[in-house]
């Protein structure tokens, strides 16, 4: 291979990987211009007029990727008193999402309290399931917490949080000999 060669390829791909580079960077500062557009429209609707339940779900749903838990806690609550949200898996939802803005809290009481609400709704909902072992797990709660992971591979044999987590606490269970 002719060494002036050389150059020309270690530009080609030093380009090609800052287009890809470029390229994904673009792409997240669309996604993120978006979630900010929501959140701002979201926002300004709601403090002016009252909202649907589907509105205030998106709204918590956005501050709790943001962390921004208690506020996220506050609009799951008009959710839920939304006199338009129906279906029971839709109340699951809910729930759910309230359970883990609680988790986030570690207030885990308050989250599991939430959690079998949401199951309360939609029984083989296995989220809910793996949220609820994961806060039994945070309150030391070891037999429940490996329970309800089975319950979720009896649901979902492939899932695989519920897999890790099970063999994990099999291990601490059995008493090594």
Do not use: C
């Not at 570690?106 to 909902?125: G, N, T, V």
């Amino acid at each position: 291979m002719d060494d002036s060669l050389l150059p020309v390829i270690y530009l080609g791909i030093l380009v090609t990987l800052l287009a890809v580079a470029g390229w994904f960077l673009f792409r997240q500062i669309l996604r993120t211009r978006r979630t900010e557009g929501t959140l701002s429209r979201l926002q300004s609707k709601l403090s002016k007029e009252k909202g649907t339940a589907l509105e205030y779900y998106e709204l918590g749903g956005i501050l709790l990727d943001k962390r921004l838990y208690s506020q996220a806690i506050a609009q799951f609550q008009k959710a839920l008193k939304s006199k338009d949200l129906e279906g029971e898996e839709n109340l699951a939802l809910v729930y759910n999402a309230l359970g883990f803005a609680y988790a986030a809290q570690e207030q885990f009481d308050l989250a599991i309290r939430q959690y079998k609400e949401a199951l309360q709704h939609l029984p083989e909902y296995p989220t809910a399931l793996n949220n609820l072992a994961f806060a039994y797990e945070k309150k030391q709660l070891t037999a429940q917490a490996l329970e309800t992971y089975e319950q979720v591979l009896a649901i979902d044999p492939k899932n695989s949080t519920a897999k890790r987590r099970a063999e994990s606490l099999r291990k601490r269970l059995v008493p090594s000999s």
